[in-house]
């Protein structure tokens, strides 16, 4: 703490959208007593603080720093590592930063054919001399360089010893709150813990939707059916990643009748949520001959981006192979 | 020559940096804009269900979602169908409103700020179609 | 008490009841035609007329239809009563000249000639009305009338035309005393359902029937079936039986009911159908009815069947030659491979019947005699004995000759060539199968089925009466083909596994069960209908699944499935079974040590 | 490490019921298999949760068996194995889209009585990996990550 008692915290993001800050101004009138009751050191989206400045504090200066956002490239390794440095509680704010989100679909991929795609072949892109990111580059006045765009998007815990993680796509204000408040009152959980959401339940806890025994006869997708708005979305066949994640956000999608896509993460007692889910929506499906199930199954048109639509970063396999 | 870095760029969505030399006279021989971060969008999208897209552009920027939210709403409708309903066209025509919402106080509020022509605003039907849906749907 | 005289015997009557019926409980004879104890009197036969004197005045009356009042003087056999029934019987042969039962009585009478010539010499109905009040008193189906006037008097239904009001019931021609009606076997019968002719409506189920309680088919039975004969407008129609049984065990509103009992052991003693060899078209079966199965033979030679036990083709002759085709649809890839083990025995039984009751020659088309109990290859010897020719073989087909006769073709494993029989009966020993709602009962009793479609046992050496389902034991053709002492066996097995197991008073499962988690369970609901055994249950006031360990078997399928992680499986955790794979996988400490040590040690040496 | 050098490593999980009693029966009858597969016995496959697969692949087997008892009515829990051919054909769909190639995922059925099926089954399975070459998941992605 410093001097005046406040709290000394810091907010960066790494490869992020920046729906996480926005989520932090979503707090509203309470970001005053966040204001009030912390000095925020860095912010690089809100304040105006070079990566000098942090460089200089002594290590630990900082005492919490809030990480959003995936390491998707060398940059955002480096500031892992900065920042783990200067900070005493180093916390994976956000879906990316806790298990890759969106952005960690890239692992489908490789760097190679994102380049291709970004650069050369796509449409909005005029690149006659197709031109690469380098990671240096002699210009007339001087070299510039960029980071290195890794093969692999990981989560900040895979690069970086995280004290807590706080899930969501993004992590709900309410939620927010709660850890802050959790982290002025000094009542944290023990290291590694998942913050900011349900300790123990999965989405369906909080969901409204009326659920019955399952038996799935065909999956559908959502622009083939109107789902009922009182009955579970799994039971009517829509693929919800709700039974296997953690709850903590309200239950805010399937509450319009959009299936749960998963973004806070598997619930406590799972390894990997995509193989639960997986296991669940297969388990459930109602067919008593291979082939009926062979076709049913066969229904789910992209596996991994259903399964792992905000987790493959963090999943068992993390991506696809690599040749 | 001297480099002068401003890293990062702050107070605005994005990650970047700006590397100025200057001559020997001190004066700037060139300014360029480094932008170091690099997400695939592009990429990634391919091989995924089109009706996911709604959910997945949105990522590309967390502070304007719903301009990609909608960009890919828009396409995924028309790439499955060309006829749908008129509650639908009317959330679509609804969706400037929240980024009119985001941005209009600060354009009655800043008085150094031009205020933005009428033009811009949402049609007028537009809006009462929203008002007509909300209470509907 | 009415008390009257009957041919000088003081007799005492009921109230209400007539001479006739006094009469006969007295044991005075008095014939009759047209009546009949169920129904109203008609006195139409007039054959039970009597002089009846009341005070002092003598009449002739029909004892049927006349009260017994105090006080008459009755006598039956007066010359006067004699010469009036000599004088009916002579108008009534004249109209039936050919009808013994009035014949019969005539003589009795001394009346040999009819007096008039018939106007029909086949005319068997005196008019009597027998049949119209049974079938308006008894059936309720009001089908048959009396229509004309006059000679032209006559009985049927209404003009004389067919009407869906009649089902053929029978009553009428078990009612008529003299034979006048027919019933004539129609197409669409619902006799054709049952193939070795009709039967009553109400039956017992077969001579060996434990208890020996008959049934009611409400399918046949005209009482049951009123509403859709008649367009419900009569009611209780019929009730024969109701009016006739003195233990007065007929009860039409006898329902089947659902009696809910707690139990501590089920035996399952489903039992067996026998397969259908329709189904195989080169056995012909159910194109000619001389292609009968065995169970059919059985019915055929039973001593309560139809033919009384006689063996005889469907035109009534006795065969001359009888084939009996064993392995028909076991053994057989196209249907069960399996072997139903019952039929070698019952076939050769069957020759045995035959050679002794007809003498018929028998021909056995047999792929391997299985007589492996006791006493059963003796009694193959016997019947080797007995001249039945043995053809190892497939009996492969059965084919109709223009001239009636069935051809079988097999082929003589023994002489390697194919061999054929024309016979006038075929037996086909049909292949016994699990029930058709086998399925059902399966998932009722959470029991498993081997490939043959029969329950599973709990260990196919060890542990042949138990299933998987603890407290559920299997007995007879339920688990299995079993002949009568293997299922004697089996089922007294069962039956003493069941009361050891109520005696103990406890059971013991499997340690490896499923539990929830309680406080990571959300109720998602996607374990509930994955349990084979229903052993998990949503709690509604916990808003929990649970599992009920009593029931669980510990396959782990909802444990596989929780997508919440919130059920573990005993023994068979996930943390266990990751360990393991993390095991597989990992250089062991002391291994890699040792590794280290000798590359070390490799290295000092070089 | 391709060819005959290498020795794939390969990890099955078997029910108790039917595939593990087929596989002790080969090995109890002296049938001739490679020593290729590290037997992970469960008591039935519906027990298999697709991240056994998943966990063992990333820990670096080069191919896995999931085998049970035959549908229909083998299993031992009447239909464990119902959601067994439910669950493996979205495995083996998933896997694919890792980029793991079929060929090193197999889920079948074997019973008890199949121990030459079983031996068979080994000596194939071990054979097709063994032509594909070590996967090494995970030090391929360590090393490949950058």
Redesign the interface.
Known sequence: MAQNGKLKLGLY?A?????????IVELREKILDLDAAADILFW?????????DVEAMPDGHMDVVLFNGAI??S?NEEMAHLLRKKSKVLVAFGSCAHEG???G??N??DRK??FE??YLT?QSVENPNKYL?QTSYQ????E?D???????VKTLGQVEDVDYFVPG??PQAPQIWAVVEAILGGNLPPKGSVVGASP??????ECKHN?????VKKFY???EIIPDSNR?L?DQGIICA???TR?GCGALCTSVDMPC?GCYG???????Q????????????D????ED??R???E????????Y?FGLPA????????E | MKKISIDPITRLEGHGRIDIFLDEEGDVANAYLVVPELRGFEKFAEGRPVEELPRITPRICGVCPEAHHMASAKATTRSITSRYPRRAKSCESCSTLPFTSLTTPSTFTSSERPTLSWGRMPRLPSVISWAWSTRWV | MPTLIIDGQEVHAEEGQTILEVARENGIEIPTLCYHPLLEPYGACRLCTVEVIRRGRSRLETSCTHPAWDGLEVKTRSPAVIEARKTILELMLSRCPNVPVIQDMARDYGVTEPPFLAVDPDEKCILCGLCVRTCHELVKADVLHFSEVGVERRVGPAFLEKTRQCIGCGACTIMCPTGAIEIVMEKDAIYQEKPLGPTSAIWVPSMQAVPRVPVIDTDACIRFRQDDRTDGEIADACGACQMLCEADAINFDQEDEVIELDIGAIVVATGFEMWDPAQLSQYSYGQSPNIITGMEFERLSNAGGTTGGEILTAEGKIPEKVAIIHCVGSRDHNAHPYCSRICCMYSLKQAHLVRDKTGAEVYEFYMDMRSFGKAYEEFYERVQEENVTFVRGRGAAVEMLADGKLRVTGEDADLGRKVHADVDMVVLSTAIEAPHDADRVASLFGLGRSEDGFFAEAHPKMRPVETNTEGVFLAGTAQGPKDVPDTVGHAGAAASMALALLDKGEVVISPQTAVVDEKLCSACKTCLSLCPYTAISYIEEDNVARVNEALCKGCGTCVAACPAGAITARHFTDRQILAQIEGLFRVPAVEAETETAMAEAEGVSS | MNGADFEPRIVGFLCNWCTYSAADTAGVSRMEQPANVDIIRVMCTGRVDPVFVLKAFAEGADGVIVSGCHPPGDCHYNSGNYKTFRRMPLVEALLQQYGIEEERFHWGWISGAEAPKWAQLVRDFTEQVRELGPLNWKRELESKED
Do not use: Q
Not at chain 1, 15 to 23: H, L, T
Not at chain 1, 200 to 205: E, H, L, N, P, Q
Not at chain 1, 287 to 290: F, K, L
């Open positions: 993001w490869a992020s959208c920046g729906g996480c800050e926005i989520a690089p989206c809100a304040m105006d603080f070079k990566y000098k998707r490239t940059e989100c969106i952005p679909l890239a489908l991929f054919s994102i795609r970004v796509s990111p210009m007339p006045e001087g510039i960029i980071p290195y765009f890794y093969n692999t796509c993004p123990d339940k999965t989405v369906c806890d659920r019955e025994e399952k038996h997708r959502p622009h579970c799994f709700g039974p296997a709850a896509r598997p619930a406590p007692n799972v390894l990997d995509g193989a639960a889910l997986l296991s669940a929506v297969a388990s459930v499906v067919a008593d001959t291979e199930a062979a049913i199954v066969a789910v048109v992209d596996p991994i981006g259903t399964f639509r999943s068992l396999l993390h991506r696809t192979k690599l």
